[in-house]
């Protein structure tokens, strides 16, 4: 079996520049926002619910859902965000779905990652090994997001607003890597640690995720 490490953090942190990176040294990765828009491609079930729940409007002129107009209509709604995911269908077994594909289907020496925003929340920590969580001040993030998605102050500050800050995940969290620096030195941060981890998992000495016990705790709130 691989080793499944979910990879998850807020807007900005570097989780999709460290998934990269470690594709390019041959592990197998799986973005969830990607996997969930396949579920509504043209054709699909999700695809008409979608429609039906929101109109005509989101559908754009190459026939596929138009994501800037379907988050306008839910972006910070969160009745209307729920309308959506009804829509879409069992996101969890999707994801749930990737994961245990991998286990039945690759060797120990292979590195699998799930990359989630929502990975620690949505409880896919339960069919990975260990989760790693990104993390990154507020006032390097809004300059990331400035410089990377052409963003004015205000329009930073709002999307970092609807983020959960690090902190809250971290008790999930089996691993945290704060990124406040340079790529460079990320990308030194990331080698470092993922060598300790697949030591000891081919050892068989990693320990036990701490994601079960935080999901047990959830549960019983």
């Known amino acids: 079996m691989p080793l499944i490490i979910g990879?998850?953090?807020s807007i900005?942190?570097?989780k999709s520049t460290a998934c990269r990176y470690f594709v390019d040294q041959g592990a197998i990765h799986c973005d969830a926002?990607?996997?969930?828009?396949s579920m509504y491609e043209p054709g699909k079930p999700a695809f008409d619910r979608i429609v039906k729940t929101f109109g005509n409007e989101v559908i754009g002129k190459d026939g596929h859902v138009n994501r800037k107009v379907l988050g306008s209509k839910v972006f910070g709604k969160p009745e209307e965000m729920s309308k959506l995911t009804n829509a879409i269908g069992d996101i969890q077994a999707e994801v749930r779905g990737v994961m245990e594909n991998w286990r039945n289907t690759l060797d120990r020496n292979q590195i699998c990652l799930m990359e989630a925003v929502n990975f620690i929340d949505a409880g896919y920590g339960?069919?990975?090994d260990l989760t790693w969580?990104?993390?990154?001040?507020?006032?390097v993030?809004?300059?990331?997001?400035?410089?990377?998605?052409?963003?004015?102050?205000?329009?930073?500050?709002?999307?970092?607003?609807?983020q959960k800050h690090w902190t809250t995940r971290a008790p999930a969290a089996d691993i945290i890597t704060h990124n406040n620096g340079n790529e460079e030195t990320l990308i030194e941060d990331i080698q470092n640690e993922m060598s300790r981890?697949?030591?000891l998992w081919l050892t068989s000495n990693l320990p036990k995720s701490v994601y079960m016990d935080w999901w047990i705790k959830q549960e019983a709130i």
Do not use: I, P, W
Not at 143 to 158: T, V
């Open 133 to 139: 969580l990104f993390a990154v001040e507020n006032d």
């Open 141 to 162: 993030a809004k300059n990331r997001l400035m410089a990377r998605n052409s963003l004015d102050s205000s329009s930073a500050d709002q999307r970092l607003a609807s």
């Open 126 to 128: 339960r069919y990975s």
């Open 33 to 37: 926002d990607k996997l969930v828009h």
């Open 197 to 199: 981890v697949t030591n």
């Open 12 to 14: 900005a942190t570097g």
């Open 7 to 9: 990879v998850t953090g």
